[in-house]
């Protein structure tokens, strides 16, 4: 296939080098189960199962059917004061399997609009409770929540930041996670709980009834597969106890599955008051995300206003989606029909020790993992991440797709991979990096 610049110069890609990509693009033509296959033929294993979000694997035909017929049946339906029947099923199949009590799904379109939801569920809760003072909002240094204006105000990765300073004022920082003592740890680091006390101090500082909520991914996953020690979640719910504040995990990728539970909330057994989630949620195949709360938040939002008005100002034209949900209620439907979150976590434990392995090799200066979710972290070699999107270029022609943010390649198998697949990533992974 013959592509010239022209026909590539028009769209403006996100988080690319776009200069660098169109003199050499790289462009999928067909994604079918495990496998990629770009535009010269090659064939690509999917290493980070996409970006995160297609557990199932690629190309699932009982989804694309249920697309297909809902699109045929009923497109679209406004979703402000009218629904349709798919919203309101694929609700309770996500609440069913939240903790509890986390029983009310409100749907976006995206991670990025979910955590932006999620900001404003924290402030119409105070403000119903008749805290409005509580105005701040916490996060962490190397967060990723999203590219939208809240989500970039609680921001820690510096790149994502840099450009857009100020932008919602009142968000201040907890440390990272990542410690050189537990370099090479599978699984969850036994020191570093202490870290959780950085929020203890943030509340001495500000006044813990001054915060509105806390952010944090429970395993940082874009930065590179930041494992939370052990106690460490566990004392961040005892300080937003004893302040009221809403503790918000983002569960954006570790939703669904990935850590062999149905979200970090189950595997590290912390329930938060508030959960963002997207990817995974339709397999990829539709744009959605959600944002999960405590009864009790929803209650006291609706509740706050007179019958019949509207209680919440904040909703998007595609909320809920007939074709994003239909996609959503077959994928939810076959994580349960095949068992495919128990099956995660089965294959979790082959997959650290593969991932492990490669620690022998010279560049690398971390690896990380739990669950299904993992990272290879290397020494950097010029600018931070300069070696790591060289890698993720290489690693693509030599057959595999492994998402780099910065000089962590994130690993995240399909829940569907086997042995074998989890085989040929990491023997890819080791040919390439072998050559650095
Ligand atoms: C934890 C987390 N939150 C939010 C987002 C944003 O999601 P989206 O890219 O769908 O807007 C991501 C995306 O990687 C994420 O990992």
């Given amino acids: 296939m013959e592509f010239t610049t022209n026909s590539l110069e028009q769209h403006w890609m996100p988080f690319t080098g776009n200069r660098d990509f169109k003199a050499n693009p790289r462009l999928v033509v067909k994604a079918e189960g495990m496998y990629f296959i770009d535009h010269k033929g090659g064939t690509v294993i999917d290493g980070s199962s996409g970006l995160f979000c297609v557990p199932l694997g690629h190309g699932r035909p009982e989804i694309a059917d249920a697309v297909r017929d809902q ?51 924290a402030m119409a809760y105070h403000r119903a409770k008749g805290e409005g003072h509580r ?11 999203g590219v939208n204006m809240g989500g970039v105000s609680l921001a820690g990765m510096v790149k994502n930041r840099e450009t857009f300073t100020n932008v919602m004022p009142n968000v201040i920082t907890m440390r990272h996670t990542w410690m050189e003592e537990n370099v090479f740890t599978p699984g ?29 991914e429970p395993i940082a996953g874009s930065t590179g597969c930041l494992v939370p020690p052990v106690g460490y979640l566990e004392r961040i719910r005892e300080i937003c106890d004893q302040h009221g504040i809403l503790l918000v995990f983002d569960e954006v990728i570790t939703g ?62 595609y909320s809920g989606h007939p074709a994003a949900c239909a996609a959503g209620n077959v994928a939810q439907d076959l994580y349960q029909r095949d068992n495919l979150f128990e099956r995660a976590g089965e294959l979790a434990g082959y997959f650290g020790e593969a991932l492990h392995s490669l620690k022998d090799l010279e560049c690398i200066k971390d690896i990380r993992s739990y669950g299904l979710l993992g990272a290879v972290e290397v020494k950097p070699q010029g600018a931070p991440g300069a070696l790591g999107t060289q890698l993720q270029k290489d690693l693509f022609w030599n057959g595999l797709h492994v998402k780099f943010t910065g000089d962590s390649g994130i690993v995240a198998p399909p829940f569907v991979a086997e042995e074998k697949h989890v085989d040929e990533m990491i023997d890819k992974l080791r040919a390439t990096l072998s050559k650095i």
């Fill in 188 to 216: 969850q680091p036994t020191r570093g709980a202490e870290l959780a006390e950085d929020l203890a101090r943030h509340c001495e500082t500000y006044g813990g009834s001054t915060i509105a909520a806390v952010f944090v």
């Fill in 135 to 145: 105005t701040r909002f916490v996060s962490r240094e190397r967060a990723y929540h």
């Fill in 71 to 121: 699109l045929l049946t009923n497109d679209y339906t406004p979703p402000f004061q009218m629904g349709h029947p798919g919203s309101f099923e694929l609700a309770s199949k996500v609440a069913r399997i939240t903790p509890e009590p986390i029983n009310h799904v409100f749907f976006v379109n995206s991670g990025s609009e979910s955590i932006d939801t999620a900001l404003k569920i």
């Fill in 256 to 317: 669904f599955g990935r850590l062999g539970h149905a979200f970090a909330a189950d595997a590290f057994g912390v329930t938060p008051d508030i959960m963002t989630m997207a990817k995974a949620l339709t397999n990829g195949a539709q744009p959605m995300g959600a944002v999960a709360v405590k009864d009790e938040i929803y209650e006291t939002i609706t509740n706050a206003s007179p019958e019949g008005a509207i209680e919440f100002f904040h909703g998007y034209t």
